[in-house]
């Protein structure tokens, strides 16, 4: 929970980092998914030893990656279902 102190001093950086640095990249590391989220316009996520690159907040991605994760499973589990029907009309024939 934020207290009043700490919320103020937030928004200050906020604002600060937004208005007073003239900046191409800025690295920014923190646990408040709600100001990284006002602050940031593309992510770069490091994976497995590897940067993902995504064209807006870490709530954005992290809410397209579930998306994808939930379709991929969709995908495997209907060729899943393909394979049993193609393997049981295969026995059968």
């Known amino acids: 929970m934020v207290d009043e102190q ?3 001093s937030i928004l200050w950086l906020e604002k600060f980092l937004k208005e007073s640095i003239n ?3 800025l690295v920014v ?4 998914q709600v100001f990284l ?3 940031s316009e593309q ?8 940067l993902d690159y995504f064209d807006g907040t870490p709530s954005l991605m992290q809410s397209v990656e579930a998306e994808e994760r939930v379709h991929k499973e969709k995908v495997a589990n209907a060729l899943d279902k ?3 029907h193609v393997s049981f009309n295969s026995k059968v024939s």
Do not use: A, F, M, P
């Not at 992510?43 to 590897?50: D, G, P």
């Open 23 to 25: 900046y191409n990249s």
């Open 6 to 8: 700490d919320l103020q």
């Open 82 to 84: 393909k394979k049993e």
């Open 37 to 39: 989220d006002r602050l």
């Open 43 to 50: 992510t770069i996520c490091l994976r497995e030893q590897k």
């Open 29 to 32: 590391t923190s646990h408040d």
